[in-house]
């Protein structure tokens, strides 16, 4: 009876293994409210000994505040509010200056636990190991989820702020992709060291690990053209996922590499999020997901009923709790998240002396695609007049690249459990075990709680 009551309320649809609940109430608003990320359910398996084990320190109970906000970050655009999230090279010069501004702002509220930047880089620390956050299809929906939280959290400073997305493409093809004008006081500051240019310099972390610093360049490599086209290739959430797929075409994979590109923080699953590298390379992500999504459509797929059957690990399963408000695992495929949000990239074609639409970025006419300019470009091309030592900062940096190197013994002797993103492979070899996972949803009785205790919810 209930039930029912519900189902006409909320309008169900069969899909697949399940049923999705739309977690959209009838006026817009998303029904959920924050739950602790205490697992509800238990997920404990053998194969989870290669995922982090959950530091600690991360676990911090929340306060009554801490949730109240986290609460309120759960909402959708309202009606018209389209929310254009754009190549951050394409950013005007005062969008660009309203989001370093409202990030920083977060970073300076300390009315809730820590700070509210830190809180939410948190709850993806929290996240990290026992959620459908990473190591399998649920990957995108949660990362699409977390961006609308951090997102709303920008408008609530600054009610015009939107992500800007880092299409590290536009890189790739320099000789030296860490020169790009990304790394450069006008967009995330320096990569080498201590972040001690650009909107983010001097900034502090948690729980031990140090000021802000990335180690740009050291280790593998950034996304390409080429791997947008393989991704393109494919039609289906599980042909471009963790764990059924090879890593050319995994996108989850090639975002992994980009991780450990950018290094420091962002070389670790657990901390990623403390560095604001992590928004914007998201963003890029799931820019690129909904590019997958449009291609779906254009072939009768409805990616909103597309979840493969073979999941993986268990907390990826359909009806897992999210870890996100009491979202189940499916949730993030649905299309609300994005609805009012439109992607605007860069393309070769504008008259004039800014081909593609930023003087931070050249048309590179044998390919007829957007390259970035690097720091000096820039530098030369528009500051002619502002005077910078590059051979000093460079000794400066060098210096300072060397301080980097120190935190990376000093965190291996903190007790943590390195899940480098590198280690984030689901070992396929292990398929024969893994298929015991995806079970008849109904049967299962974990997954039978996590739906009861979803439903109670909604109630
Ligand atoms: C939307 O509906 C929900 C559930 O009925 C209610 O709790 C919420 O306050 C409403 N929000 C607005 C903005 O009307
Ligand atoms: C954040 O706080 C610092 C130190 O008090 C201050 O210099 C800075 O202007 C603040 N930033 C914002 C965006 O409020
Ligand atoms: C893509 O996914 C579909 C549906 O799960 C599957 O049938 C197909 O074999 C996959 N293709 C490849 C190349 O893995
Ligand atoms: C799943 O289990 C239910 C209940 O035992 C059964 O009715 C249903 O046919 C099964 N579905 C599949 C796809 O095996
Ligand atoms: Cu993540």
């Not at 409210?33 to 398996?45: A, K, T």
């Not at 949730?67 to 190549?87: A, D, I, M, Q, Y």
């Not at 959430?237 to 994979?253: A, F, H």
């Amino acid at each position: 009876m209930i039930l029912c009551f519900l189902l006409l309320q909320w309008g169900t649809q069969t899909v697949g293994q399940g049923v999705f609940i739309n977690p959209v109430n009838t006026n817009g608003t998303v029904r959920v409210e924050f739950v602790e990320f205490e697992q509800p359910l238990d997920f404990d398996i053998h194969d989870e000994s290669m995922f982090a084990t959950s530091d600690p320190r991360f676990e911090f109970p929340l306060t009554e505040a801490d949730v109240t906000w986290l609460n309120s970050l759960f909402s959708l655009p309202e009606e018209g509010e389209t929310r254009e999230r754009k190549e951050y090279r394409l950013l005007t010069e005062e969008e660009r200056e309203y989001f370093h501004r409202a990030v920083n702002m977060l970073k300076n509220d300390t009315t809730v636990s820590l700070n509210k930047y830190d809180l939410l880089a948190n709850i993806h620390s929290r996240s990290s190991s026992n959620t459908a956050a990473h190591g399998g299809p649920g990957f995108l929906g949660w990362h699409r989820v977390f961006l609308l939280l951090f997102e709303n959290a920008l408008r609530q400073m600054i009610p015009t702020a939107t992500l800007p997305y880092w299409d590290c493409t536009l890189d790739h093809p320099l000789s030296h992709p860490s020169e790009s004008v990304i790394w450069s006081d006008v967009f995330l500051g320096n990569g080498d060291g201590e972040v001690n240019t650009g909107p983010f310099r001097g900034w502090n972390t948690q729980f031990g690990f140090g000021l802000l610093h990335r180690q740009v360049s050291s280790l593998r490599h950034l996304m390409s053209v080429h791997d947008l086209r393989n991704i393109l290739e494919e039609d289906f959430l599980g042909n471009i996922s963790y764990p059924d797929t090879k890593s050319s075409k995994n996108l989850e994979q090639l975002h992994n590499n980009v991780h450990v590109w950018v290094g420091g923080l962002m070389r670790k699953i657990e901390i990623g999020a403390f560095d604001p590298v992590f928004y914007v390379l998201h963003t890029f992500i799931d820019k690129v997901w909904e590019d997958f999504r449009v291609h779906q459509r254009s072939k009768e797929i409805d990616p909103t009923k597309d979840y493969p059957e073979f999941y993986g690990r268990r907390n990826h399963a359909s009806f897992a709790p999210m870890g996100l408000g009491n979202l189940v695992v499916i949730d993030g495929i649905s299309d609300v998240w994005n609805k009012n949000v439109v992607y605007r990239q860069p393309s070769c074609g504008n008259s004039g002396q800014n081909e593609c639409g930023s003087k931070f970025l050249r048309c590179d006419h044998s390919t007829w695609t957007c390259v970035s300019k690097t720091k000096d470009e820039v530098t030369k091309s528009t500051n002619k007049d502002k005077h910078k030592d590059t051979t000093l900062s460079r000794t400066l940096n060098s210096g300072l690249k060397e301080l980097d190197n120190l935190y990376i013994p000093s965190l291996l002797n903190s007790g943590i459990s390195h899940s480098v993103y590198s280690d984030f492979l689901y070992p396929l070899k292990d398929r024969q075990s893994t298929a015991m996972y995806s079970e008849n949803v109904s049967q299962s009785s974990a997954l039978q709680k996590a739906k009861e205790i979803y439903m109670s919810h909604l109630n």
